[in-house]
T-cell receptor
Framework: AQTVTQSQPEMSVQEAETVTLSCTYD???????LFWYKQPPSRQMILVIR??????QNATENRFSVNFQKAAKSFSLKISDSQLGDAAMYFC??????????FGTGTRLKVLA | SQTIHQWPATLVQPVGSPLSLECTVE??????LYWYRQAAGRGLQLLFY??????ISSEVPQNLSASRPQDRQFILSSKKLLLSDSGFYLC???????????FGSGTRLTVV
């Protein structure tokens, strides 16, 4: 069975600082995809970043980047220059050749002014 | 551009009443469509998905059902709601299952 674990229920960061959200996963598949989703108070889920497991290069999207450690099955999200609008729930997700995504339980990020 | 519409935004229903949540996608053809449920403090749980008209795959066969009467329309239904059906329901779509979902704005369902 595939699992996704987010061990940090809540994190805080000062505005303009950098924060890293952790995610570990387990799968026996060799070909899979990992995602980070953001869910602001409006509740609409937004795709932040996507990583293909066969690519060694870490994905980046503007201020968002990942640290993908395949051997350790770790997929952390780094947010640089944090902004008030980054405050949200962040979910890590995994899929491997199926229509179903496995989501973690989420990390609530607070951004302090 | 593609857009996804989901309604209603909030719904309060008594136990035992029927349910119908609707989701439509615009600007694309033959999307994969999904219904997820998000319970408080938990991740998202896939309920149903569909890769074509009339084709429904169920992941959680409880008292909920889904239908896809048209290419870009996905409906979540129940004949009799239970208290445990309360939650936040999200519709989503994609064209390629490996490229992530685009989610709708969700429906907050409270069964009383």
């Amino acid at each position: 069975a595939q699992t996704v674990t987010q061990s940090q229920p809540e994190m805080s960061v000062q505005e303009a600082e950098t924060v890293t959200l952790s995610c570990t996963y387990d799968t026996s598949e060799s070909d899979y995809y990992l995602f980070w989703y953001k869910q602001p108070p409006s509740r609409q889920m937004i795709l932040v970043i996507r990583q293909e497991a066969y690519k060694q290069q870490n994905a980046t999207e503007n201020r968002f980047s990942v640290n993908f450690q395949k051997a350790a099955k770790s997929f952390s999200l780094k947010i640089s220059d944090s902004q008030l609008g980054d405050a949200a729930m962040y979910f890590c997700a995994l899929t491997s050749g199926t229509y179903k995504y496995i989501f973690g339980t989420g990390t609530r990020l607070k951004v302090l002014a | 551009s593609q857009t996804i519409h989901q309604w209603p935004a909030t719904l309060v229903q008594p136990v035992g009443s029927p349910l119908s949540l609707e989701c439509t996608v615009e600007g694309t053809s033959n999307p994969n469509l999904y219904w997820y449920r998000q319970a408080a403090g938990r991740g998202l749980q896939l309920l149903f998905y569909s890769v074509g008209i009339g084709q429904i795959s169920s992941e959680v066969p409880q008292n909920l059902s889904a239908s896809r009467p048209q290419d870009r329309q996905f409906i979540l239904s129940s004949k009799k709601l239970l208290l445990s059906d309360s939650g936040f329901y999200l519709c989503a779509w994609n064209l390629d299952r490996d490229y992530g979902y685009t989610f709708g704005s969700g429906t907050r369902l409270t069964v009383v």
